[in-house]
């Protein structure tokens, strides 16, 4: 049976026993997200509280963290989303993506409408990756793709 929260303390007092373990036995997310046979991207936000895991994979993810039955059924049930608390983020970097959609967040939404019309991109039909790349000037760069499906607004 599926099972939803309605408080996220629960889900935010696992995440942090699921991040101490990780530390502890030196795990990376690509690692967890092996065991689990998903993406790095829904790994990470599901450990993290953010998405509920099917039951095999949180087995997985339980065995691999040494976390208890009741942990593992816990990263099953669909959580109350949401990881930022209050207005302004305080953590570096949630904040830089918190500002560049301060700054680009109406040319993103002014070029999505002018390519697809009136409507949405999807957070749960989506896709998100992360990548390290040389930068040409010295350095590295972060390429970070956001694919969501696009969901037209319907007149009704």
Known sequence: MVHAQFDP???ELLAARAVEAKIRKDLTWE????ASGFSVAFTTAAVLGQHALPEQAAKAVGALLD???DAVLLLQT???RGSIPGAVPTDPTIYR???MLQVYGTTLKAL???QFGDGIISAIN???DVKKVA???GGERAVITLDGKYLPTKPF
């Open 97 to 99: 993506f918190y500002e």
């Open 126 to 128: 989506f896709k998100l």
């Open 135 to 137: 930068d040409p000037e």
């Open 67 to 69: 976390l208890d039955e």
């Open 78 to 80: 669909i959580p109350t």
């Open 31 to 34: 690692r967890i997200a092996e």
């Open 9 to 11: 303390t629960a889900r």
């Open 112 to 114: 999505v409408h002018e």
